[in-house]
């Protein structure tokens, strides 16, 4: 299990930064907000994805500690109910780019705007 070493969020608000193996991963709040571990996200098995609507300016109000595995955000729009494992931060990190051409692509699809597009 990669465990990042440092976590910062900027001064906005809108971008948390992870440091994993000495490099930094600044993730956007939007990209955490629609990738939330949360069952309101990614519902209670496969194909029961919701896909997270008008997220551009969501903000990170505080983030908590859970035991020594996991972060709780909270965000602006009153999410709160995502854990972000190291594992789940680890991989966001990581596939950053797939995942949000991904998100993109699929608000496309369903017909919706983003500053993006």
Known sequence: MQTPSNITLNK???ILTLTFNGIDYPLPT???RVYSPSAEVV???PGQETLQ???EN??????EP?????IILFFNDGHDSGIYS???LYKLA???DELWSNYLARLKAAGHTHSQL
């Open 12 to 14: 906005d608000k809108n």
């Open 30 to 32: 939007e990209f955490l």
């Open 43 to 45: 519902g209670h098995g």
């Open 53 to 55: 609507l008008d997220k």
């Open 58 to 63: 969501v903000k990170i109000d505080r983030i």
């Open 66 to 70: 859970t035991g020594n595995y996991a």
């Open 86 to 88: 190291w594992e789940h």
């Open 94 to 96: 990581m596939s950053k």
